[in-house]
């Protein structure tokens, strides 16, 4: 039988009602899955042991003769099937329940391998339900194909699936490129790749067919999200007009510090991008205190000062309101209304608020999920900023999208974004990276304590609040809970140890009102000490605060951490991190020790990363981005790379239709 791509798997006759059911579930529908559905891992036949170098509870691949075979019924229903085999050395009991059938697989005399782990039964070795493969005179299949697997379906029956797809399929998926092309990027073909993908018959043939698949997803990746980009970009702008190029210098009038060459740069891109047309779809990242919010400003001013309107979202109600409160003052003097607009205000003044928006009167709003409320409406909507777009789904920065006519969109990072994940996650926007810090090189010493150690970070918190210094001292969690330590217990023992010390305590649940005057509060000087959980996080921008203690350090990220550590050393002075961990196994240890070790939040980034792997990235739907199949942004960043340059030189050449009909058609005919 001849299939196609798109043949339904139901068609072939091993796949019966129950299997179809499975493949199914496994997103197994069309023969096109099959041929994607890629082996988690091999199963090598040439790394065998002998059974006497067997270990107890491991798991490992012997080789050997079948000796005999016992099979009988331990209770009802319940069948047993015991294959003794020897390899010279010793011999192996292999135990199989409810298959049966086997006892005309394992023939005496036949050979075997066999894969599993190696137990333990009345004092002798076993290993019940293995992998195994029958050896054959001239075999050169050793790598064998394992694949994630459920239900009825069997590793060997995956296998005559793949095979049966592949011995009738008369096409194949799309080739990417002509023959000179794939030499020059020392690519195989489509048909080889896939051959040896679920087959191959050298360890060279494997790594070859990864490098064309890695690449191939890659490639189409990057392609899909430059079309949209360039789809997004092309759509007329809700506020489109020329812009003098001199406004980087009138904002920069307006402020009492110097712009650095990034903030430069960055708003310089921002008014090309108006000039020439485009709506503007940008992620700005960098370092923590680069000065991205300065940029995120200049955007809401530059578009509220053309008539339009500018709204910024923001995570937390604290956040919001920093951002309000330093930047009131500037707008207001240019005759530009901001308000703010948080999900706890009553109600009287949110009504007032979705008046003046709906009107046109508020030039700016700053908020939190609530400017995302389906009441709220604009009268002339055009510029979209999103502080902290990593806490926002898809669906909801799409959402604050949708209330203006193609407004333009700009997201920020509070930390660094490592280059494969801005190329995959980011890879339809254009991208800006602010590393310079405004006031110089901050420098922030960090120390590792343990749990039994905390007497020493009171001495250390006595000492700074007698020098009247501030500080910040961060738990996991609010309440007391199993094994968390809490803010409400924290800030109550450390009221009892340093009495007189101006210390209060900040977390999500605190009304708006009372956060309002806590932070004040702290501002001001007043209070020393602020105990919270990580409502601090980001955008806490008290330039006296001198050091921060972290509780429970292990349950953070290093994205996190570094957040956290960036709320301090803001003056210019040496600031000071102490981590205290509770749980100081080897693995937790190595971590916190690289991020002290480390200021770059670059290299916090890749640390990070690494540690964290591809999974919690790519995985998420937050992003909008597939899982990916078999490419690995960690471990195949230079195959990414140059995935994402071809898809780039395509954009030079080739127009938008001749790209789709090119490269994202589903197959040619090979006849």
């Keep these: 039988m001849e299939l196609n791509l798109d043949t339904p798997l139901s068609q072939l006759i091993s796949v019966g009602k129950k299997r179809e059911k499975d493949l199914e579930k496994l997103g197994l529908g069309r023969t096109e899955d099959i041929l994607f559905f890629y082996p988690r891992r091999y199963l090598d036949l040439r790394n065998f042991k002998k059974i006497s170098a067997l270990v107890p509870f ?40 409810n298959q049966p059938y086997l006892k005309d697989v394992f023939l005496p005399g036949s050979q075997f391998f066999v894969h599993g782990r190696i137990d333990l039964y009345k004092g002798a070795f076993q290993v019940s339900n293995p992998l195994y493969e029958e050896d054959h005179p001239g075999r050169r299949d050793w790598l064998l194909p394992l694949y994630s ?21 008369r096409e194949m998926p799309v080739e990417m490129f002509p023959l000179s092309e794939r030499q020059d990027l020392g690519l195989s073909n489509i048909r080889f790749a896939i051959q040896n993908i679920h087959f191959p018959l050298s360890d060279m043939n494997l790594e070859k067919a990864r490098n064309y698949l890695i690449f191939r997803e890659f490639f189409m990746l990057q392609l899909n999200l430059l079309l949209n980009k360039k789809a997004e970009q092309s759509l007329p702008a809700g506020i489109s007009t020329v812009m003098d190029r001199g406004l980087v210098k009138i904002f920069e009038s307006f402020l009492p510090f110097k712009l650095t060459k990034p903030q430069k740069t960055v708003m310089e891109e921002i008014i090309s991008d108006i000039n020439d047309g485009k709506s503007i779809r940008r992620l700005i990242h960098g370092e923590v205190g680069s000065g991205k919010t300065v940029v995120a400003v200049f955007a809401l001013w530059i578009i509220a000062r053309a008539g339009g309107q500018a709204a910024l979202l923001a995570p937390t109600e604290i956040l919001a309101e920093q951002h309000y409160l330093n930047w009131q003052e500037f707008f207001l003097r240019q005759n530009i209304n901001i308000s703010i607009l948080l999900g706890q205000m009553p109600e009287k003044d949110k009504e007032n608020i979705r008046k003046s928006l709906e009107e046109g009167s508020t030039g700016v709003v700053v908020g939190t999920h609530s400017i995302l409320t389906e009441k709220l409406l604009f009268k002339n909507l055009g510029m979209v900023v999103v502080d902290e777009q990593h806490k926002f789904g898809v669906g909801q920065r799409e959402m604050l999208k949708q209330k203006g006519k193609n407004p333009h969109y700009m997201v920020m990072s509070a930390t660094p974004i490592p280059r494969s994940v801005a190329m995959t996650l980011y890879g339809a926007l254009d991208i800006s ?40 001292v961060v738990t996991p969690s609010i309440d ?9 217990a924290e800030c109550d023992r450390i009221k009892k140890r340093l009495p007189g010390v101006p210390v209060s305590l900040i977390h999500g649940r605190i009304p708006h009102a009372e956060k309002e005057k806590i932070m004040a509060g702290f501002r001001s000087g007043e209070t020393r000490m602020l105990v919270s959980t990580t409502v601090i996080e980001s955008g806490i921008d008290v330039p006296e605060a001198s050091y921060i203690v972290i509780e429970q350090a292990e349950r953070f990220g290093l994205a996190q951490l570094h957040q956290l550590r960036g709320r301090v050393g803001r003056s210019g002075d040496t600031g000071y991190c102490m981590l205290v961990v509770y749980e100081p196994e080897e693995g937790v240890m190595e971590r916190l020790e690289e991020f002290a070790n480390a200021q ?21 739907r937050q992003h909008g981005i597939p899982p990916l199949r078999i490419g690995n942004i960690i471990r195949d960043l230079e195959i990414l790379k140059s995935a994402r340059n071809q898809a780039e030189k395509l954009f030079d050449k080739m127009t938008d239709e001749e790209i789709q009909e090119k490269f994202l058609g589903r197959r040619i005919n090979e006849g």
Excluded: H, W
């Excluded at 770059?600 to 998420?620: H, N, P, V, W, Y």
């Design 58 to 97: 491991e798991t490992a691949s012997v080789k050997g003769n079948v000796l005999g075979r016992e099979e009988r019924n331990i209770r009802p229903r319940v069948s047993y099937l015991k294959v003794i085999i020897s390899d010279g050395s010793g011999i192996l009991p292999l135990v199989f329940f």
């Design 149 to 169: 697997l459920s239900g009825s379906l069997t590793q060997k029956y995956m296998r005559k699936l793949v095979k049966i797809v592949l011995a009738s399929l």
């Design 433 to 472: 990276t602010m590393g310079e810090l405004p006031k110089g090189e901050r420098k922030v010493v960090t120390y590792i304590f343990q749990r039994d150690e905390k007497e020493k970070i009171y001495t250390f918190l006595q000492d700074q609040s007698s020098l009247c210094r501030q500080g910040y």
């Design 480 to 488: 007391a809970g199993e094994d968390i330590e809490s803010a409400v």
């Design 600 to 620: 770059s939040g670059f290299e916090i980034a890749e640390i990070d990363l690494k540690i964290r792997g591809q999974g919690d990235l790519m995985g998420t």
